[in-house]
Nanobody
Framework: VQLQALGGGLAQAGDSLKLSCAAS???????????MGWFRQAPGKERELVCA????????SCGTSVEGRFTIERDDAKKAVNLQMRSLKPEDTAVYLC????????????????WGQGTLVTVSS
């Protein structure tokens, strides 16, 4: 499974940005990808879950630091997810990474077997 991430860049506090991630290289096996999500990692900090979602009526979760501001949307046909980021804050500055897994792992980053290239989001005050 390959993940192609798009979006990111520079923003000011209070702005909105959208990140997109599409999965490719899937077989006809519906279990190839069960959940997809976005993590982020800031310099000197651990990788943390931003938001993750799953197919087939499965769970969805966002980190507490982004609840109420960020939402994740699924495109079932394209096997893609969009991360809509609103009311951005300087502390949202990080490299954002798209990830996919064959089962639900929530915030447990080690459970995600496929990772896309990181995209930098920088929020100025």
């Amino acid at each position: 499974v390959q993940l192609q991430a798009l979006g990111g860049g520079l923003a000011q506090a209070g702005d909105s940005l959208k990140l997109s991630c599409a999965a490719s290289g899937l077989t006809s096996d519906v279990s190839d990808v069960y959940s997809m999500g976005w993590f982020r990692q800031a310099p000197g900090k651990e990788r943390e879950l931003v938001c993750a979602t799953s197919w087939h009526g499965g769970p969805e979760s966002c980190g507490t630091s982004v609840e109420g501001r960020f939402t994740i949307e699924r495109d079932d046909a394209k096997k893609a997810v969009n991360l809509q980021m609103r009311s951005l804050k300087p502390e949202d500055t990080a490299v954002y990474l798209c990830a996919a897994a064959t089962k639900w792992n929530g915030h447990f980053s080690r459970g995600y077997g496929s990772w896309g290239q990181g995209t930098l989001v920088t929020v100025s005050s």
